[in-house]
């Protein structure tokens, strides 16, 4: 899960048009945090990927949902 | 979310068939678990989204999916 989380945030945010930094400014969370869980390195709790996915302008389950079940039709 | 989180596990643990503590004992948590999380009271970690859905044989992103957009012609 970390390793889909962590691919969804890095395109997501890039569609966004975001840096780490402006991602994690928006969250309010440390600038170096996106970064890491880009990595993989966190077990991020619920209250996080609320906050991340709001920032996304998408949900919890889409931030969660393997990127090749992503309906290719609309790209969130 | 934390609500929409309680009211998946406990309709997808009736649907299984479990009681909480069995439940928490296919994931390998304490037997008063469960029953925190259906109170919202657990900001829940990605690590234990993961054991719960895999317990109640069902996606990440479907555990976090609210009821009302689960598909009525697939329960899950």
Known sequence: MRAILAENVRVFRKENGLSQEELADRCELHRTY?????????????????????????SVAELLTPRAEHDPKDPH
Chains 1, 2 share one sequence.
């Open 34 to 58: 996106i970064g890491s869980v880009e990595r993989e390195e966190r077990n991020v709790s619920l209250s996080t990927l609320e906050v991340l996915s709001q920032a996304l302008g998408i």
